[in-house]
């Protein structure tokens, strides 16, 4: 199984500050990885995939990069909707999985 | 516009069973692998179980392996996840999404175990 370990797991920041988020895979998933966001009492919403792939609708202020076993997903500059819960996702080999998340919360 | 509902959920007292059904629409369903995700309360993200676009071939995590069978009938664009033997542990708001991308998710349903 594929252990992803996301870090940090708690990220304070203000609205229009750049938010960094970091994910490592205990093996290659080679290109194979996706990001989501959660907001509370929401479902999950798929932002990347496929390490730098935006999903139809996300703004580009989000960015993805890394391939291998390190991944970094970027927030250009923090909206007061972007305060949310991401969790990164292989899918390079079954099982699939997930991280434990980041929390990005407000300053 | 791509449409996961998910249905079935409810309490159950722990040994019983539920079985959850997702209905699609918006997209040739069964061009596409399917999978369950699970997230019990306040906790993350938990892979449940996966289905290839034809049915013949099925995943799941060790946790549920032996207890839950996830199916599909493509004719009438509906995922399902029988589970049987359920534990306090299994307690979750259960998703169904598309595709090993997850895109989109459902709305989920939550499954509650407990006497």
């Known amino acids: 199984e594929i252990v992803l370990t996301q870090s940090p797991a708690t990220l304070s920041l203000s609205p229009g500050e750049r938010a960094t988020l970091s994910c490592r895979a205990s093996q290659s998933v080679n290109s194979y990885l996706a990001w989501h966001q959660q907001k509370p009492g929401q479902p999950p919403r798929l932002l990347i995939y496929d390490a730098s792939n935006r999903a139809t609708g996300i703004p580009a202020r989000f960015s993805g990069s890394g391939s291998g076993t390190d991944f970094t997903l970027t927030i250009s500059s923090l909206e007061p909707e972007d305060f949310a819960v991401y969790y990164c996702q292989q899918r390079r080999s079954w099982p699939l999985t997930f991280g434990g998340g980041t929390k990005v919360e407000i300053k | 516009e791509v449409l996961l509902l998910e249905s079935g959920g409810g309490l159950v007292q722990p040994g019983g069973s539920l079985r959850l059904s997702c209905e699609a629409s918006?997209?040739?369903?069964?061009?596409?692998?399917m999978n369950w995700v699970r997230q019990a309360p306040g906790k993350g993200l938990e892979w449940v179980s996966g289905i290839i676009a034809s049915g013949d071939s099925t995943y799941y995590t060790d946790s549920v392996r032996g207890r839950f069978t996830i199916s599909r009938d493509n004719s009438k664009n509906t995922l399902y996840l029988q589970m049987n033997s359920l534990r306090a542990e299994d307690t979750a708001v259960y998703y169904c999404a598309k595709s090993n991308s997850f895109d989109p998710w459902g709305q989920g349903t939550l499954v509650t175990v407990s006497s």
């Open positions: 918006g997209f040739t369903f069964s061009n596409y692998v």
